[in-house]
């Protein structure tokens, strides 16, 4: 072999050494960075082509794939149109896009999964068409139909959660849509009705249940945590003045009634069953905002979290003054909670100090419904004692039970009922707020935030956010 020959061999055997190198490269490693990135289309594209896994709560299919007639193609189906519509998202071939559960959970839909590799090991031997995996979701249908039932289509979100096992039984957001509309094969259509809603004021595409609010006072259920650690217990004397000077400042903090809290010496279970400002404020300030700060973190406050749709982190701020300290004490300044957050720090309390990590899909079945594999409860965090925790429900019994509690719309007569109410003022309407479970064995956490409108924009946590939280948790007592 001459030395132009074997230059040129060394050349060519560079080149499909490096083609080699490069197609095992794309088609091994960046295949599911590049199926994941947005700009990819040809991955919806081929995925229309493909018998897309269902979706289902309680044995029915909530999002369903169906043969678009004379077609090779697919189109989703959402045959309880928004009931579901922020838990299932959409899945659209016209619009290029996914969202909810049809995006996070895409790799079990298309059959992806790790839990499904028999069924493409199937698919390959026998020829088959490739068909995506299916999911059986924690949802409870009667708690979610309730949900919406109750909120009446006012802007706000409820979820609720199974204490002990940190599986979500309701996630409805309001105002919703009707996903069918988005994953229409009428591809003109699809696009007019995502802009309609895109451009709503009424933000119909946020999904409330995950999103972040001004907690108002029901995150004086954190604050009473903190001030029991510091050495106070349910019984404990506590200055309650209608209003309370902010430190360093020249601003009261008044009372919602303007009155003094009771007798204005009530006890720490009285000024929470009252919701009086004063007393909490106070408490925030004397156990300092580190150790509020260590609370709130303590029961995930900041923590990222995938249910697996994308969860808002709640936030509570740095570095706070005296002032700014007593008003996060009672959910005011800069703190900001999602009603799933609000639902775990009261399911911590219903379950002795014990977090469960939340969850939405509780199995993973193939094409022919046969389940691959299911979630197990996983503890996240012990925030708090099972002594806290129960006088911390003894408290929020109180809330329902008690003549001057503000959670009277909850009582449920033969049941008894924890909760804590609150109502952030957040310019000229408020966010209505209501934690609330059944103290039994297993306990459903009901987390409820209420936006006030223009017709009512002065909602309040027991007139508005109650009774929708009794509604859930009887349907859950229905259902469960």
């Not at 969850?359 to 594999?373: G, M, P």
Request: charged letters at 20%; proline letters at 6%.
């Amino acid at each position: 072999m001459n030395n132009q020959i074997r230059k040129l061999y060394l050349v060519i055997f560079a080149m499909m050494l490096s083609l080699a190198l490069a197609a095992t490269y794309i088609q091994f490693y960046k295949a599911p960075s590049l199926n994941a990135d947005a700009r990819n289309s040809r991955t919806i594209l081929q995925a229309a082509e493909r018998d897309r896994g269902p979706i289902i709560v309680n044995g029915t299919a909530i999002a369903e794939s169906v043969k678009i007639p004379n077609s090779r193609r697919y189109e989703r189906s959402y045959p309880a149109g928004d009931l579901y519509a922020h838990v299932t998202g959409w899945f659209s071939t016209n619009l290029g896009s996914s969202s909810g559960l049809e995006a996070a959970a895409d790799e079990i839909l298309e059959g992806d999964s790790p839990s499904l590799w028999t069924q493409r090991i199937q698919n390959l031997l026998t020829g088959q068409e490739r068909r995506g995996g299916g999911m059986n979701l924690t949802l409870d249908a009667g708690m979610q139909e309730a949900a919406k039932t109750a909120l009446a289509g006012r802007e706000g979100a409820v979820v609720a959660i199974e204490a002990k096992t940190g599986a979500i039984r309701a996630l409805y957001s309001s105002p919703s849509y009707d996903p069918n509309q988005l994953s229409s094969a009428d591809g003109g259509a699809a696009l007019d009705y995502y802009q309609a809603l895109d451009e709503d004021p009424a933000r119909p595409l946020i999904n409330r249940g995950t999103d972040r609010y001004a907690p108002g006072s029901v995150f004086k259920i954190v604050t009473a945590a903190a001030m029991l650690e510091s050495g106070l217990t349910p019984d404990s004397r506590v200055e309650g003045p209608a209003s309370y000077l902010l430190p360093g400042t020249e601003t009261y903090l008044p009372n919602i009634t303007g009155l003094p809290c009771g007798d204005g010496n009530p006890t720490l279970t009285e000024a929470f069953a009252r919701s009086c400002n004063t007393p909490f404020a106070a408490g925030g300030v004397a156990v300092g905002a580190n150790a509020l700060k260590a609370k709130a973190e303590a029961f995930g406050v900041g923590d990222e979290l995938s249910i697996p749709l994308p969860v808002t982190p709640s936030f509570f701020p740095e570095e706070l003054d005296e002032a700014q300290t007593a008003l996060a004490a009672i959910g005011q300044s800069d703190v900001q909670m999602s009603p799933l957050q609000m639902a775990m720090i009261g399911a911590a309390i219903a379950n002795d100090g014990t977090q469960m990590k939340p969850y939405l899909v509780h199995s993973i079945v193939n094409a022919d419904l046969e389940v691959k594999d299911t979630t197990e409860p996983e503890e996240l965090a012990r925030p708090i004692t099972p002594e806290v925790a129960a006088q911390l429900r003894s408290m929020m019994i109180a809330v329902v039970e008690t003549r001057y509690g503000t959670g009277g719309t909850m009582y449920l007569g033969d049941q008894t009922v924890a909760a804590k109410t609150g109502t952030a003022e957040v310019g000229d309407r408020n966010i209505a707020w209501s934690v609330a479970f059944i103290a039994n064995d297993n306990p459903v956490v009901v987390a409820v935030a209420i936006q006030g409108d223009e017709l009512n924009p002065y909602v309040g946590g027991g007139t508005d956010a109650g009774p929708v939280a009794r509604q859930v948790l009887q349907a859950g007592g229905a259902n469960g």
